[in-house]
């Protein structure tokens, strides 16, 4: 079983940045797609941002121009890059990952994951 275990969260003033990764231990094959997840208290958990292994990627729309998703196959990492912070993005953010391929508008979804990490919580203030 794959297992993800994120870091790189913590607290920050809006407008500023932080960097999300993502460790991935345990096989995965060589077809698979990654994504990153929030979750506010009380909330739904949404798709980000989401990438898979030709690289294609897909964004919500509410991040799109302040967050990049990327993977470094080598170090079995996935990273979450966020600048421009806003309060609206104060939530908890789980790496997941799923086996296969799915259609590129699936990739927010968070139905077509199978595997998820634990969380790393990422608060912003005013």
């Known amino acids: 079983q794959v297992q993800l275990v994120e870091s790189g969260g913590g607290s920050v003033q809006a407008g500023g940045s932080l960097r999300l990764s993502c460790a991935r231990y345990?096989?995965?094959?060589?077809?698979?797609?990654m994504g990153w997840f929030r979750q506010a208290p009380g909330g739904e958990r949404e798709g980000v941002a989401a990438?898979?292994?030709?690289?294609?990627?897909n964004y919500t729309d509410s991040v799109k121009g302040r967050f990049t998703i990327s993977q470094d196959n080598a170090k079995n990492t996935l990273a979450l890059q966020m600048n421009d912070l806003k309060p609206e993005d104060t939530a908890m953010y789980y790496c997941?990952?799923?086996?296969?391929?799915?259609?590129?508008?699936?990739?927010?979804?968070?139905?077509?994951?199978?595997?998820w990490g634990q969380g790393t919580q990422v608060t912003v203030s005013s």
């Open positions: 345990g096989y995965i094959g060589f077809v698979y797609y």
């Open positions: 997941a990952f799923g086996y296969g391929t799915r259609p590129w508008f699936d990739y927010l979804n968070r139905g077509s994951y199978n595997r």
């Open positions: 990438i898979d292994t030709n690289g294609k990627t």
